[in-house]
């Protein structure tokens, strides 16, 4: 996978955030803006990442914890939890995730495969992990990480 | 010329004279079919429109056009006044009129070129013949007005028009208004003075005054003077009122002057106020007009609102023109209002931020939020449209194709009202309008053909719009001659276009189908409206795209039904807001059928269980209960304010058990305020879901068919909600439409009643395997609580019965009949001695009085008649009942039910006997016994039946699941000395049987059991070499021939209908001495 990547030689732009333990990456240019939790309507029987839809501003937006949607628990409750305004192939998607960290310039040469401690995450979810500092970050698949589930439906 | 005229003028122009004629085909239809009875306000509101034509073309110099309405306007006039009846023809020139009219409108610039001679000759033609000679003169006459003043020209005009302004008591007037002085600067528009001008009477002639304009050279060229003449029951200061303009340029002109006074205006207006039915243009123009004096000039909106204004305004916007949109001032107020909000928001963010305050932020930013979401949705609502746009124009289609193919056709158009997004409705209208002109072309039949078939002469057409399940769905439907799948099929074979097997395996509505199938049509021929080019794959691609789908039913012979279903992503849908815990959930009303509460001391009586499920008794029907609740699986719950998230809330649920079990009200402290009461109350309804004998609200919801009722916490109130729909990662939950933003901001979820029944398999329960079982669990129910009963007395209290079926029959007898030899009792009876017995010599029952009147019931007992004693009166009851064999057994009572309320003794004849008189042999062990157990042939009597026998008795398998029979059929073969292996259903039976084996001499089994039927187990038992040569008594409720015949296939040695003792027990002994002495 990251022979793939490393052909490029783009920089970008990404938003680095905690979920549990972990600092994961999404490209800042799928993320139109990030807002705090507000009221929500669950949806029963709705897949267990899924928290509810809310309103952001006339829109009726898909709530997704990320972290149950990554198999890593549950998002912990905290006043520093903050929603991802994700644009994902045309339908704009709320990502709930413990704390946003920072943001990283990103050039897919930094792309390091993945070690084998984040793979318990749900599997294909990762386009790779990269080193920011003291910290390694794992860089998202968004389109694995949206994209339903076979069974679904 | 046309270089001088604003474009924009011009434009306002035709989009005005569109909808004029939009409204006006449906109109000249209406006009048409009432015939005699035709209703003047309709003939006038064309002729206002033809009028309206006429004045606007004048101005911009389109000749051809104002001369078409002008004469077209004659005719409209004569209709009016009642020279001329309509009929198909005149409205045919008219329609063909306005149609020209249309065609020259939408290209102003061709029109001078268009060819109107012939439409005009027809026009002439159909005034000319009603009229007189005179009259015929005042078409083509024109009479020369003269103004008061000597200098102005002389004016001529046709004597048709000066006539009726006369008719009418109506001055004329010669107005000059100068387009730049008199209206651009006084912030009006040339169309705002036609409205006023048209309002308030009419306007015979326009012209632009070109020579007063002047070459471009000219300095002083900045007028644009109009040279009017208008007829109105104004007086002259009244028109300089008006139109602000002074007397200079206003004269009155007249072949015959004199002043009317302004006082008979008046008057003549509460005349017509008075006398609605004869309505007419003139006075409908005088009420106008007082009312529009009282008014500054150039208030427009008003105008917008005159509902017979707005009717026509709002028709043609939709499916015509594309460049403007009407939009109702309300909700243009709505936005506008929106916008000062909006505003305000600004400001206030704007200050937060300069002021650095968080909480003035959070504030600022929630009011932008909401603001900016009413705001959007007041936008999205203009885009919303009446489908009558689009459905008006099919009246006129189906019109014209009948007459052309000689066919009679009623058009119903239904749900006009239902509103869709514009451009749904735009991408609606080809696919529509070719789906009706199939239905009218290849679906419904001439009136030949109909007769002989039986139907009515005229087919129907019903174009319908409605709301479903979230959906829009437009019908269209006919009772022609339907579509043939048989023929559907053929064709597509013939075209190749499907391969025979695969044909062979398609249902009927599979075949229909086809039709979908791109390049496919079933036109015999290609005739001039459909069948050629755009066929049903076209229509089908064309709806696919608005995200529609097309079901096809059709019958032969009886017509055809297309139905569209439409998502209504943009639909707004009328909704009841219904509560459950904290949440909210709207069902779209049309799926609401009522909306019912049962309170507390009802429910026991209205709810019941019915297979496992609730069901809720609704005026003597019982529909199947949902409870919301558990559907979604809510536990209670509250949303944490400092995180925003929802959390248990234990202590409500504990509140909730607690309210359960004590009364509610010592569980609530005592309010005061109102709000606290109403809390209290959302408390109580609360707790109420959880305690099983508490007040329900239950929603009766409907959908495809399917009826139930939504148990839910409380109904809040209707709103009309825009659908807006779900994301991706919640697609596969169908029991919601879509989601909704309601009015505080937050989301609610859109509950799609058919989605919902499906989850919960309400719906496919009905052709379920589950439906099955329960249906056959229901009727063998039916069949083993089914009981024939005679019922008699015993002590006149004492009610008892006993099974019909052990009846011979019953005689009336008198005390002193009975005779007593000991302890017995026997009678005379037909020539012998009667043995009798009461309840009373073994159960614990009453002696019967002396006073009663008595009965005796005769029974045959191992072919000798017994009488039981009872009292009157008898009955024969035939019913389902439930038979307790615990509460009242005693020897003689095999248990007892209920009957109308009261407890009856079911008398067991053969313990009677056998308790009373073992001398009769009805116990009498088989010879078998001995003759089997060998070693205790000389023990005990036949009248002895003990447990100690049973021991080394011949053992029999029973297998019956009936607690009642399986303990009645136990008791009889074991009165005959048999050891008894009872099980309560087939499955029980067979591992009895093995663990068993070389004991069990015999089975008798029922048919219909859970686990494993009869039927199987006897399949079971001829399967197994071990077991395969058992003999097998099946004992059944099922009487049927076939039934008998599928037990015998099993392999059933003896087949028996429920329940005859003596012949089970000589079927158990013959079979049992058969197998032996194999």
């Known amino acids: ?153 | 010329m046309d270089e001088l005229l604003d474009d924009e003028l011009l434009q306002e122009f035709i989009t005005e004279t569109r909808e004029h004629l939009y409204s006006i085909e449906n109109d000249l239809l209406s006009i048409e079919e009432q015939g005699e009875n035709v209703d003047l306000e309709l003939v006038n509101k064309v002729f206002r429109a033809a009028h309206s034509i006429k004045g606007g073309s004048g101005f911009f110099g389109l000749d051809k056009v104002k001369e078409l309405a002008h004469r077209a306007e004659t005719v409209l006039d004569m209709l009016r006044s009642g020279k001329m009846v309509p009929n198909s023809e005149i409205t045919n020139v008219l329609l063909a009129a306005f149609d020209q009219l249309r065609e020259m409108v939408n290209m102003p610039g061709d029109s001078r070129n268009a060819d109107i001679s012939e439409l005009l000759q027809s026009l002439n033609a159909l005034a000319s013949s009603y009229l007189s000679s005179a009259e015929k003169d005042s078409l083509h006459n024109e009479t020369v007005l003269k103004g008061e003043s000597e200098k102005s020209p002389e004016i001529s005009l046709p004597q048709v028009d000066i006539d009726r302004s006369e008719r009418m008591g109506q001055n004329i007037y010669r107005l000059s208004i100068d387009l730049i002085h008199d209206i651009e600067h006084q912030g009006m528009t040339v169309l705002d003075l036609f409205n006023k001008l048209w309002d308030q009477g009419e306007l015979l002639d326009s012209a632009l005054d070109f020579a007063a304009v002047g070459s471009l050279e000219d300095e002083i060229a900045n007028q644009l003077p109009m040279q009017l003449v208008y007829s109105t029951s104004l007086d002259a200061r009244q028109v300089a009122e008006l139109f602000s303009i002074d007397d200079e340029r206003l004269e009155r002109l007249s072949s015959n002057p004199q002043e009317e006074p302004v006082a008979e205006t008046v008057t003549e207006t509460f005349e017509v106020e008075n006398n609605v039915a004869e309505n007419d243009l003139d006075a409908a123009g005088q009420e106008k007009a007082n009312v529009g004096l009282s008014k500054p000039p150039g208030s427009e909106i008003n105008k917008q609102e005159k509902p017979d204004k707005s009717v026509e305004a709002s028709s043609s916007a939709v499916t015509k023109v594309e460049e403007t949109l009407r939009v109702s001032v309300p909700l243009l107020e709505k936005l506008m209002n929106l916008a000062g909000e909006l505003v305000l928001g600004r400001n206030q963010l704007r200050a937060a931020i300069a002021s650095n305050n968080d909480l003035a932020l959070t504030k600022a930013d929630q009011h932008l939020n909401q603001v900016t979401t009413e705001l959007q949705d007041a936008i999205m609502q203009t885009r919303l449209q009446p489908i009558g746009h689009l459905f008006g124009k099919f009246p006129r289609v189906v019109r014209d194709m009948a007459r052309t193919l000689g066919k009679d056709i009623q058009v119903d158009i239904r749900g006009k009202d239902v509103e869709l997004d514009r451009s749904l409705i735009e991408g609606l209208s080809d696919p529509l309008t070719h789906m009706i002109r199939n239905a009218v072309d290849h679906g419904l039949e001439i009136p030949g053909e109909r007769i002989e078939s039986g139907k009515p002469t005229a087919g129907t057409l019903i174009i319908s719009a409605s709301h479903e399940a979230g959906q829009v769905v437009i019908e269209i439907s006919d009772d022609g001659r339907g579509m043939d799948p048989e023929k559907i099929a053929h064709s597509a074979l013939k075209k190749g276009q499907i391969r025979e097997e695969k044909l062979a395996g398609m249902s009927d509505q599979e075949k229909l189908e086809l039709i979908l199938m791109p390049g496919f049509s079933t036109a015999e021929q290609v005739s001039e409206f459909s069948g050629r080019g755009v066929g049903m794959d076209v229509v089908k691609t064309n709806l696919n795209k608005l995200g529609g789908q097309v079901e096809i039913s059709s019958t032969v012979g009886k017509g055809t039904r297309f139905r569209i279903k439409l998502p209504l992503t943009l639909a707004i849908i009328p909704s009841l807001i219904i509560s459950l815990e904290n949440e909210r959930f709207a069902i779209p009303q049309v799926n609401v059928e009522e909306l019912i509460r049962i309170r507390a001391e009802e429910v026991k009586n209205r709810v019941e269980i019915v297979g496992g499920s609730e069901v809720l008794l609704l005026r003597d029907k019982t529909l199947p209960l949902v409870r919301f609740d558990e559907f979604l699986g809510i536990v209670p719950s509250y949303v944490d304010p400092q995180t925003g998230r929802r959390e248990v809330d234990r202590r409500l649920s504990l509140a909730d058990r607690r309210s359960s079990r004590y009364d509610l009200n010592s569980v609530i402290p005592q309010q005061t305020s109102a709000e606290s009461q109403l809390h209290t109350l959302n408390k109580r309804g609360d707790g109420r879901r959880h305690t099983p004998d508490s007040a329900l609200e239950v929603a009766i919801v409907s959908s495809n068919g399917t009826r139930y009722g939504l148990v839910v916490d409380g109904f809040q109130d209707t709103e009309e909600i825009v659908v807006k729909p779900l994301g991706r990662h919640l697609e596969g939950l169908n029991e919601y439409a879509g989601a909704t933003i309601l009015g505080d901001g937050s989301v609610a979820l859109i509950i799609d009643t058919a989605g919902l029944a499906e989850k919960v398999e309400l719906m496919s329960a009905a052709g379920s395997q589950r439906a099955a079982e329960l249906k056959q669990d229901a009727e063998r129910k039916r069949l083993e609580n089914q009981h024939a009963l005679l019922m008699f007395h015993n002590a006149s209290d004492e009610q008892c019965a006993i099974s019909l079926d052990n009846v011979l029959r019953i005689e009336r007898i008198h005390h002193d009949q009975i005779e007593m030899h000991g302890q017995r009792r026997t009678m005379q009876y037909r020539g012998a001695s009667l043995p009798l017995v009461t309840m009373a010599d073994t159960a614990r029952v009453k002696e019967i009085e002396q006073d009663q009147e008595l009965v005796v019931i005769v029974s045959k007992i191992k072919g000798n008649e017994i009488g039981l004693l009872g009292a009157m009166p008898v009955d024969v009851i035939e019913r389902c009942v439930e038979i307790d064999t615990v509460t009242h057994r005693t020897p003689g009572i095999l248990g007892s039910t209920i009957v109308d309320d009261t407890t009856v003794l079911i008398a067991d004849i053969y313990e009677l006997v056998d308790t009373v008189n073992p001398s009769w042999g009805v116990a009498s062990r088989p010879e078998l016994l001995r003759f089997d157990t060998g070693s205790n042939a000389d023990e005990g009597g036949p009248d002895t039946v003990n447990a100690s026998h049973q021991i080394d008795a011949v053992t029999l398998l029973l297998a019956e699941d009936s607690d009642f029979f399986r303990n009645q059929v136990k008791r009889h073969l074991e009165s005959a000395g048999y050891r008894v292996l009872a099980c309560p259903d087939g499955q029980a039976a067979w591992e009895q049987l093995l663990d068993n084996l070389g004991q069990v001499r015999l089975v008798v089994t029922d048919i219909e059991m859970p686990r494993l039927s009869g039927l199987e187990l006897t399949r079971n038992i001829r399967g197994d070499e071990k077991t395969k040569s058992l003999p097998v008594i099946a004992v059944s409720s099922l009487a049927g021939d076939d039934d008998r015949e599928r037990g015998m296939q099993c392999g059933v040695t003896e087949y028996q209908v429920k329940l005859d003792r003596d012949a089970l027990l000589e079927a158990v002994e013959r079979l049992l001495e058969e197998s032996v002495a194999h």
Not at chain 1, 30 to 58: D, M
Not at chain 1, 77 to 95: F, K
């Open chain 1, 1 to 153: 996978m990251s022979e793939e990547l490393g052909g490029r030689d783009e920089r970008q732009l990404l938003i680095t955030f905690d979920l549990g333990e972990s600092v994961f990456a999404i490209p800042s240019d799928l993320v139109q803006e990030v807002v705090k939790p507000s009221l929500y309507t669950p949806v029963h029987h709705a897949p267990e990442y899924v928290l509810g839809i809310r309103n952001l501003r006339g829109r009726v937006v898909t709530l997704v914890d990320l972290c149950r949607r990554l198999e890593l628990g549950a998002v912990t409750e905290s006043g520093d939890n903050r929603v991802l305004i994700v644009d994902w192939q045309g339908e704009t998607i709320g990502l709930l995730v413990d704390r946003i960290v920072d943001t990283a310039d990103f050039s897919a040469q930094d792309l390091k495969p993945l070690p084998p401690s984040l793979l318990n995450v749900r599997s294909g979810s990762l386009s790779g992990i990269f080193r920011q500092g003291e910290r390694t970050v794992a860089l998202l698949d968004m389109d694995s990480v949206l994209q339903l589930d076979k069974h679904q439906n």
